[in-house]
């Protein structure tokens, strides 16, 4: 009896007799074993979490019993659960809780972004978010200092939330007013040691952050994550694992190594 490792990475036997029912069955597919004897399957028996068998539709057939759940593949791909061998798990998770910007067409589309997000938001609530790259932008704002923007429009979608979008590149980060307060970041704030607080002809911060200049702003966002209660924050990790794992399902990924956190 030959064995071959199927989807999600588990083994199972090739078997003809008529034996307990499976929970699931694919069928009339093309399912990856990643098993030099049996590379390719049309179907595949799973009882609970464990697959039982692989094999030819008509081999799999006996495992179909009247709660047996079946799928036909349509001739589709099944392949083995992908793992994440580098992976920052929370950081993930807290991804999905942030502004995308990675396909924003301009500096204009970002402000209307975030003056979504400030209706959403609580007084006070940071509003975060990762991808933007000016470069890509279809237009350059104006007025503008190397092509980056001023934050006065943002400021003024949200005057009563601090904001921090990071680049794409994570080398820089805009904020805006309310933040540059919370970080008690004003003219006079020099630039810190490998990092650059970008500012205009009259030496006032623009609200570009370039470097470890961001942690300037990133020390106030940990001020006032510090200040959420246990419970507030451990409903905030959950949260992120919840969205962490939903995400990673969706692409196949079905188990990971966490590199380190967040």
Known sequence: MKHAVAVLLLSAAVVTQQTAPATLVLRNGKIVTVDASLPEAQAVAIRGDRIVAVG?????????????????LRGQLAIPGLIESHGHFMGFGQSKLTLDLMDVKDWNEIV?????????????????????????????????????????ELSKVSPNNPV??????????FVNAKAMEAAGLTAKTPNPAGGEILKDATGRPIGLLRETASGIAGRAL????????????????????????????????????????P
């Open 112 to 152: 209307s972004m975030v003056a979504a997000a400030v209706k959403q938001a609580k007084p006070g609530e940071w509003i975060l978010g990762r991808g933007w790259h000016q470069e890509k932008w279809a237009s350059v704002p104006k007025p503008n200092v190397e092509g980056f923007p001023f934050h006065d």
């Open 56 to 72: 030819t539709d008509q081999a799999i057939r006996p495992y179909v019993g009247p709660a047996t759940q079946v799928i036909d």
């Open 222 to 261: 940990e001020a006032w994550r510090s200040k959420k209660t246990e419970a507030e924050r451990r409903a905030d990790a959950f949260q992120q694992i919840d969205l962490a794992v939903k995400a990673s399902l969706e692409k196949g990924i079905t188990s990971a190594s966490v590199a380190w956190q």
């Open 164 to 173: 921090m979008l990071t680049h794409a590149s994570g080398h820089a980060s």
